[in-house]
């Protein structure tokens, strides 16, 4: 069965947001959970890459050859409060979602790497506020 993608950028927070906390619950992770802006980011990224261009309507983008349904969202989040209950100090940081953000996205090692990397440099690298996703994304990179 394959579920619709929610309309908006909000109601695809939203369904990320409660679905993150209900499986941080069930699976008893010490971590705070995500900052809201955290989500945000992580799902625009995903609409932008899946749409082919950026919320503002102003960057063309290439997509990737996965899916980056809302279930793989709440999957990097998830692996992210994982990594920063066990290694980290328990505060989702951008660091914790970058390798896992890279995988969802990279599933074609060639054509994927690129279609990241442009979007990496072109977008990512020049949001206001998003410094800290782009150096932990490179660092893994």
């Known amino acids: 069965m394959v579920l619709p ?3 908006t950028l909000e109601e695809e927070v ?6 993150v906390a209900a499986l941080g619950r069930a699976l008893e992770l010490p971590a705070e959970a995500p900052a809201l802006e955290e989500i945000r980011r992580l799902v625009t990224i995903f609409r932008e ?4 261009v950026t919320l503002d309507g102003k960057a063309k983008l290439k997509s990737p050859s996965g899916a980056l349904s ?12 994982a990594l920063a ?3 980290g100090d328990g505060r989702l940081q951008a660091g914790d979602l970058a390798s896992s953000l890279i995988g969802a996205v990279v599933k074609d090692p060639v054509q994927d790497a690129i279609v990241w990397r442009e979007y990496l440099e072109t977008i990512v690298k020049e ?5 800290d996703l782009y150096r932990a994304c490179r660092d893994v990179s």
């Open 5 to 7: 993608t929610p309309d």
């Open 14 to 19: 939203e369904i990320v947001q409660q679905r």
């Open 49 to 52: 890459l899946r749409a082919g």
């Open 70 to 81: 809302v279930a793989e969202a709440i999957s990097v989040l998830n692996n992210g409060l």
């Open 85 to 87: 209950a066990h290694f």
């Open 127 to 131: 949001r206001d506020g998003w410094k």
